[in-house]
């Protein structure tokens, strides 16, 4: 088991990519496996201070050597998929193989889409997602590549330098715990992250009917990570 921190990085504190690189060696130091951080454009119409995400991976991934880092979760159907190809290549280079790809639906909708006229249809943003996948797995494999979705064309091409990672970077899915749909989706690739609103985090029985299904659904032998989350007020060492 390893232990990780998922920060939302908006706000006062968190939206100063200075600050998140220097808790990133901070927790590096302290012991930590992993450091991720939440990947939004407006979060509410609070309209916090936030960085761009993947400069703030950048900063956290020459601040550290040995943690785990990514995003929790990239909202893929907002975003160009060879965008983020290019994006996801650099930061695993930089960081000598240590990204992790978070992906998802995205939420909150209604602002992370809706206040930049973007699709908000859950159906479609799936099959984008889905359609991003295979593209980013395409183009990071070095070699020609081309696609023809519902929502994407690529002419043939290739992208290169590949991951330091391979055969790729590990992708973990994040979805709603008690949803069929993204658990089959995690089933393609190499992690699931439910969600779960609220105080009470996923109980043993949940994760177990979690886990059946998702394993009903794999076609492949190889590791594959469970993210269980939680809350620590973070005033109390020992807890």
């Keep these: 088991m390893r232990f990780g921190l998922s920060l939302p990085a908006f706000g006062n504190h968190y939206g100063d ?3 998140l690189a220097n808790m990133a060696r901070e927790a590096e130091a302290a012991g930590w496996d992993g450091f991720f951080i939440w990947d939004h454009m407006i979060f509410d119409p609070s309209f916090y201070p936030m960085p761009d995400t ?3 991976l950048a900063a956290i991934a020459m601040q550290t050597s040995r943690i785990k880092l990514g995003a929790l979760v990239t909202p893929l ?8 190809a290019r994006e996801t290549v650099s930061v695993d280079r930089l960081s000598n193989g240590r990204l992790i790809a978070g992906v998802g639906l995205g939420d909150p909708v209604q602002w992370e889409y809706g206040f930049f006229g973007e699709e908000q ?5 799936a099959k984008k997602l889905d359609e991003g996948l295979d593209i980013l797995a395409g183009l990071w494999g070095g070699e020609m590549f081309g696609y023809s979705g519902d929502h994407y064309h690529l002419e043939p091409m290739r992208f290169r330098p590949t991951p330091v990672q391979q055969p790729r970077i590990p992708i973990w899915v994040g ?19 439910p969600l779960k609103w609220g105080d009470e985090p996923l109980s043993p029985a949940q994760w177990q009917e979690i886990m059946a299904y ?3 659904h794999r076609t492949s032998h190889t590791p594959y990570d469970w993210v269980h989350g939680g809350v ?7 807890q």
Excluded: L
């Excluded at 249809?121 to 943003?125: E, G, Q």
């Excluded at 620590?232 to 020992?238: I, K, Q, R, S, W």
């Design 77 to 84: 159907p907002r975003r160009r998929p060879w965008k983020v």
């Design 17 to 19: 990519v200075h600050y």
């Design 54 to 56: 993947w400069v703030a």
């Design 214 to 216: 998702i394993q009903q």
């Design 232 to 238: 620590t007020p973070g005033d109390d060492a020992t």
């Design 175 to 193: 979805g709603n715990w008690d949803k069929h749909a993204p658990q089959r989706r995690a089933a393609r690739w190499d992690g699931y992250m």
């Design 121 to 125: 249809d859950a159906s479609i943003r």
